[in-house]
């Protein structure tokens, strides 16, 4: 079975500034998608970025971008010019490629401090 | 582009009652999939629906069922509620292709919160 291993429960990040999010797997297949998922207090969990496995280029969205190394299942998260909006919780999931679930971890708190 | 909805927002049931709850899919997705948050810790998967079967199944006990209608919209109910069942639960819709047998991203709806009395 797959598992997702989030180290940190808690981070906190001065506005404007650059925070990286870790995240670690183990699983025995070649053919996965990894994902971010926010989840503000309204409790909706938003995807902030996504991965697959098969692509070795590291994703990128606007502020957010993922450092992703395959050889040491680490997937971590990094968050550039930090904005209030960003604070949340901040779930990394695997997703196989044939599977019917994503697998989370338990998640990393963030505070952006004004 | 209409996103996935959930209902009720909040629902307050006591121990040993039934409930069910409702998720409508994102535009042009086909697939539904159901998750149960417990207070500080990451959803765990219940079940997934896709063309209005069973699809996929965490390690939920049997009084947790589900169903899936044409529009793919599906409802997740919970048979003797017990205390443990108060969590949020999100639905979670995506596209399956066949092609390749593979589903696409989940997008989440906001969840219901149940608390079982």
């Known amino acids: 079975a797959q598992t997702v291993t989030q180290s940190q429960p808690e981070m906190s990040v001065q506005e404007a500034e650059t925070v990286t999010l870790s995240c670690t797997y183990d699983?025995?297949?070649?053919?996965?998608?990894l994902f971010w998922y926010k989840q503000p207090p309204s409790r909706q969990m938003i995807l902030v970025i996504r991965q697959e496995a098969y692509k070795q280029q590291n994703a990128t969205e606007n502020r957010f971008s993922v450092n992703f190394q395959k050889a040491a299942k680490s997937f971590s998260l990094k968050i550039s010019d930090s904005q209030l909006g960003d604070a949340a919780m901040y779930f990394c999931?695997?997703?196989?490629?044939?599977?019917?679930?994503?697998?989370f971890g338990s998640g990393t708190q963030l505070t952006v401090l004004p | 582009e209409t996103g996935v909805t959930q209902s009720p927002t909040h629902l307050i049931k006591t121990r040993g009652q039934q409930v069910t709850l409702r998720c409508s899919s994102q535009s042009g997705h086909n697939t539904v999939s159901w998750y149960q948050q417990a207070l500080g810790q990451g959803p765990q998967f219940i079940f997934q629906?896709?063309?209005?079967?069973?699809?996929g199944r965490g390690n939920f006990p049997p009084r947790f069922s589900g169903l899936q209608f044409p529009n793919y919209s599906s409802e997740l109910n919970v048979n003797a509620l017990e205390l443990d069942d108060s969590a949020l639960y999100l639905c979670?819709?995506?596209?399956?292709?066949?092609?390749?047998?593979?589903?696409?991203?989940?997008?989440f709806g906001p969840g219901t919160r149940l608390t079982v009395l």
């Open positions: 999931a695997y997703f196989s490629g044939s599977a019917r679930q994503l697998t």
């Open positions: 979670a819709s995506s596209r399956f292709n066949l092609i390749g047998g593979k589903a696409d991203t989940q997008y």
């Open positions: 629906y896709y063309r209005e079967e069973e699809n």
């Open positions: 699983t025995s297949e070649s053919d996965y998608y």
